[in-house]
């Protein structure tokens, strides 16, 4: 074979594999596809998905970029990045309660509000007393009652009978009617049923547990803060929502310019056969007034000299 030939017979081989190199073949110096490790030949990077938390430098699911290949044009190939889940948002439940369990004995004509005063033309007054910051004015309120021979109406919460039950068990000697103000007085709009659920049964239990006498059928919603749907749940438990006529705003206390004078003068000049008065059983938190039992002495005096007596709310069923 002349040296020619050789030359040309040795170049046949080499040419094919160069050939085959550069379309691919199955050469391992090739990355595969969507490889991380970017290469010069244009090997495609993936980058992190924004999820709940921020960006994941961790996630399979990417938008690839590939970087400029030589003789290729600049086409990205992209794998569409899953959106993260949405956040859930919470909110009530659009379903309203079952009705008001039978054999409560109590009349129909009671569910279905909040009630501001008891229905009658009767000159009446309840008064009523809830559970405050302290039990500090329950001592001169439970003396107040049982000298002048009233009954009163005390809504106590479950944090009250849990932190006072001394003074649950002296307002149940002294035959005061007791009442449901829930377990942790929280605003009952912005809490869904299971909750709504929890406060009512919660302060019930802890009543009963302290030696308190059952608060059935009578609640008061902390803050006066209810809606319909809360007063039908209320009531599908077995319970009256009671509001007030009047408030004396003696919680405000001397530090929020009230006195024993203007606690009394509420109430009288709100007062009609029926009034339902708001008072409160403990101090003012920072000056330690008691304003509503310094002035519950005289709003009694004062209430029958307008020829009025009282009773308790359970005037109000019949």
């Given amino acids: 074979m002349t040296r020619g030939h050789r030359a040309a017979a040795w170049c046949a081989p080499v040419c094919l594999v160069v050939a085959l190199a550069a379309c691919g073949g199955d050469s391992p110096a090739r990355p595969a596809p969507g490889s991380a490790t970017a290469t010069a030949t244009g090997t495609a990077a993936v980058t992190g998905v924004a999820g709940p938390d921020g960006p994941s430098a961790s996630s399979s699911r990417g938008t690839l970029v590939p970087s400029p290949s030589a003789g290729q044009p600049n086409r990205p ?12 948002t919470p909110r009530r439940s659009t379903i309203g309660p079952p009705p008001p369990t039978p054999g409560t004995g109590l009349p129909a004509g009671v569910f279905g509000k909040d009630w501001e005063r008891v229905p009658t033309d009767r000159k009446i007054v309840a008064l009523t007393f809830d559970a405050g910051a302290n039990a500090d004015g329950v001592a001169p309120i439970l003396a107040a009652l049982a000298r002048e021979h009233v009954a009163g109406t005390f809504f106590l919460t479950g944090q009250f009978a849990n932190s006072f039950p001394s003074k649950v068990r002296d307002i149940a000697a002294s035959g005061g009617r007791m009442g449901n103000h829930s377990s942790t007085h929280p605003y ?12 009512v049964l919660g302060a019930e239990r802890d009543i009963l547990a302290a030696g308190g006498k059952d608060p ?28 007030w006529t009047v408030d004396t705003l003696g919680w405000q206390g001397t530090s929020g310019g ?16 029926g009034e339902i008065v708001l008072m409160h059983l403990g ?20 209430l029958r000299d307008r020829g009025y007596a009282f009773a308790t709310l359970d005037t109000l069923l019949g």
């Fill in 283 to 302: 101090s003012h938190p920072q000056d330690h007034s008691t304003l509503d039992a310094d002035a519950l002495p005289g709003i009694i005096s004062a």
């Fill in 216 to 243: 059935r059928p009578f609640f008061r919603f902390p803050f006066g803060d209810r809606n319909a749907h809360d007063i039908a749940a209320v009531n599908a438990l077995g319970y009256v929502p009671i509001r």
């Fill in 77 to 88: 190939t992209t794998v569409p990045a899953l959106p993260p889940p949405p956040l859930p």
């Fill in 258 to 273: 009230r006195t024993a004078a203007s606690v009394a003068a509420r109430v009288l000049d709100a007062l009609q056969p």
């Fill in 188 to 199: 009952f709009t912005k809490i869904d049923d299971v909750a709504l659920r929890g406060e």
